[in-house]
């Protein structure tokens, strides 16, 4: 019984810790919706500048450049290697709604999984109680060492 409840235990620590990197991703998934947004956002109200209109750019945090737009219905898309190539405006919007689009159904697959894992990891809890309590109930007593990851399990027998 000793081992089945190890067993448990080690299964649901391993549940844990997957539910959590599927938490961080999630997260990875807001911010990657956020940033997505504010560049639709961005690309939106450059199409309603007029040509010649000057602007401040930011360089970095707190440094700006004016500069003057010259076709604000066209911007430039990065495509990797250092390469952008000229779209039209709409057409950028049109990618920037696609990857929303993708990254929400990623997101909501995530969310999915992390829901099962979370009922499967409650449900491996209560068995292992049950095992617990039961194991107990006849007479053992079991300690987890929570320095080594609840893996050391010692049974102390009664004087």
Not at 116 to 130: L, V
Request: aromatic fraction near 4%; hydrophobic fraction near 35%; proline fraction near 2%.
């Amino acid at each position: 019984m000793k081992a089945q409840i190890k067993q448990k235990y080690m299964h649901m620590k391993m549940l844990e810790q997957q539910i959590e990197k599927m938490q961080e991703q999630l997260q990875t998934f807001d911010n990657q919706l956020q940033e997505i947004s504010s560049m639709k956002s961005a690309v939106e109200e450059i199409k309603t500048v007029k040509s010649g209109v000057e602007i401040l750019v930011p360089l970095a945090t707190g440094i700006f450049v004016k500069a003057s737009i010259k076709q604000p219905d066209h911007v430039l898309v990065n495509v990797g290697a250092q390469t952008a190539v000229p779209r039209k405006a709409d057409e950028a919007l049109t990618m920037l709604n696609d990857q929303l689009a993708e990254i929400e159904k990623l997101k909501h697959n995530f969310s999915r999984q992390l829901e099962q894992m979370t009922q499967k990891g409650s449900a491996i809890e209560h068995e292992m109680r049950g095992l617990l309590e039961k194991h107990i109930a006849q007479g053992g007593t079991l300690d987890f060492d929570e320095d080594n990851e609840g893996a050391s399990q010692k049974e102390h027998e009664e004087a």
